[in-house]
């Protein structure tokens, strides 16, 4: 008989609920609580090398945790031939996700000062994110509420480019370019804008991205998904710290 351990893998993946939140939570949260963070600021060392130093140490002990689980699909092997080719791309991928989701966790806890709630705010961060195919499958199609999501998204973006600019005029003309190509494009081809909340929500899909791992497939444009993600938190972590440090 043949064992598809991978299996395993999927139904532990609700450990992530736990086990994120408890990785990250006191990454910076308790730092920041014991103002021990003005210090480490202080010394003469990057910013980038701070948050990559933390968040390489939790992706280490995940790491450990993981390569010790290894010992239950060896000895599954006992009672039946184990795919070995489809049981390692089901921990490669296992892997990327977890580490995928402590950029979450370290980025969350970089937000407070409170360890409980970096935690809570983790564990309903990862929830929503391991949720994200049932939510996606539920909201509406419409072009006008596609108009309308497009709509905020353009003043989310606008609000980050004033926090980045602190200026009135880049932010007003880049909210002026918005919204002028969001209506060109609707005057133009109004059924792109058909399922848009779904399909950009969708790229938020971390057990989408997992299924090709499952099935024993190694597909590059996963592996670069939660390589992407990752990096994205950790610069989003960097810029917070930044203006906390100057300002």
């Not at 910013?47 to 000895?75: D, E, R």
């Not at 058909?194 to 497939?217: C, P, Q």
């Amino acid at each position: 008989s043949s064992a598809n351990y991978n299996d395993t893998l999927t139904g532990s993946m609700i450990m992530f609920l736990i086990l994120v939140p408890v990785l990250t939570m006191r990454l910076f949260a308790e730092e920041s609580r014991q103002k021990t963070d003005q210090l480490l600021y202080s010394v003469p060392i990057k910013v980038t090398s701070i948050v990559a130093g933390k968040f390489l140490a939790a992706v280490c002990l995940y790491f450990i945790a993981l390569v010790i689980t290894f010992v239950f699909p060896i000895v599954l092997s006992s009672f039946g031939n184990v795919d070995w080719g489809m049981t390692l791309t089901g921990y490669l991928g296992y892997f990327l996700m977890g580490m995928c989701l402590i950029s979450v966790g370290l980025f969350i806890s970089v937000l407070t000062d409170n360890q409980i709630v970096a935690a809570v705010s983790t564990f309903a961060v990862v929830f929503v994110l391991f949720m994200m195919d049932n939510i996606t499958s539920s909201l509406p199609a419409t072009i006008f509420s596609s108009l309308i999501f497009v709509g905020i998204a353009v003043i989310i973006l606008a609000v980050m480019v004033y926090s980045s600019t602190k200026s009135f005029a880049p932010t007003a003309i880049f909210a002026l370019l918005g919204f002028a190509v969001m209506t060109g494009v609707y005057v133009v081809k109004p059924t792109l804008y058909d399922g848009v909340m779904a399909k950009v929500l969708s790229w938020f899909s971390i057990l989408g991205r997992f299924e090709n791992f499952y099935l024993g497939i190694i597909s590059i444009a996963d592996v670069v998904y939660y390589i992407t993600f990752s990096i994205a938190l950790l610069y989003l972590t960097v810029n917070v710290i930044e203006k906390r440090r100057w300002n």
